[in-house]
């Protein structure tokens, strides 16, 4: 015989703020992967150039929907809110360990 466990889990719903904080995380870490892959496509050699092309159009295709999106929106983030944003991330990643 087979016992069956069931995992309950809550949905907690978001609200209208903390998903344009999270949108606007969205384009912060898009941005950065966007300027990695830049940076390693210079040094690329080989197939590896064919790699960081298809990464840097990805890329910049996800940031377009993303900058669309927050248009939309109605959001607008200045350079200082973008330096608070990535020091947050950054003591949440201290923190975690």
Do not use: C, P, W
Not at 4 to 14: A, D, P, S
Not at 23 to 41: D, P, V, W
Not at 72 to 87: C, F, H, M, S, Y
């Amino acid at each position: 015989m087979q016992e069956e466990y069931l995992k309950e889990t809550h949905i907690i719903e978001k609200t209208e703020e903390e998903l344009d904080i999270e949108l606007i995380k969205s384009i912060i870490r898009t941005k950065q992967e966007l300027q990695n892959s830049n940076r390693n496509f210079e040094f690329a050699e080989g197939d590896l150039i064919d790699y960081y092309l298809y990464q840097i159009k990805a890329n910049q295709s996800k940031l377009n929907y993303l900058i669309k999106k927050a248009k939309k929106n109605g959001l607008t983030i200045d350079r200082v809110k973008e330096i608070e944003i990535r020091q947050d991330e950054y003591q949440e990643r201290i923190n975690a360990g």
